[in-house]
Nanobody, 123 residues
Framework: QVQLVESGGGLVQAGGSLRLSCAAS????????MGWFRQALGKEREFVAA???????YYTDSVKGRFTISRDNAKNTVYLQMNSLKPEDTATYYC?????????????????WGQGTQVTVSS
């Protein structure tokens, strides 16, 4: 059974940093894309970042230059380094996985999801 478990969320002041981790189990994810999404209170879930098996990365415009997605295939883990955090980054962050992808395809149609980790950025 595929499981994704996020960790690393918390409360941070604006301008601060957090590093989210997502540990995957149940199979090898080496040949799969991994993504991060977020959902703020009262809003729809939105794409944040993705990384393909060949480590090509994609980001939504609002986090470019501040967030970095990376993966460690040996550990079946994907990370999201978040710097220069803003109050508008406050949300529950979800890790997800899907078959490999490119371009727009890496922003949709994820198959498995974690339970989420809360990130709160105070002003």
């Amino acid at each position: 059974q595929v499981q994704l478990v996020e960790s690393g969320g918390g409360l941070v002041q604006a301008g601060g940093s957090l590093r989210l981790s997502c540990a995957a189990s149940g199979r090898s994810f080496t040949n799969y894309a991994m993504g991060w999404f977020r959902q703020a209170l009262g809003k729809e879930r939105e794409f944040v970042a993705a990384i393909t098996w060949s480590t090509i990365t994609y980001y939504t415009d609002s986090v470019k230059g501040r967030f970095t997605i990376s993966r460690d295939n040996a550990k079946n883990t994907v990370y999201l380094q978040m710097n220069s955090l803003k109050p508008e980054d406050t949300a529950t962050y979800y890790c997800a996985t899907r078959g490999d992808c490119s371009g727009y395809g890496c922003t949709v149609a994820y198959e498995y999801w974690g339970q989420g980790t809360q990130v709160t950025v105070s002003s």
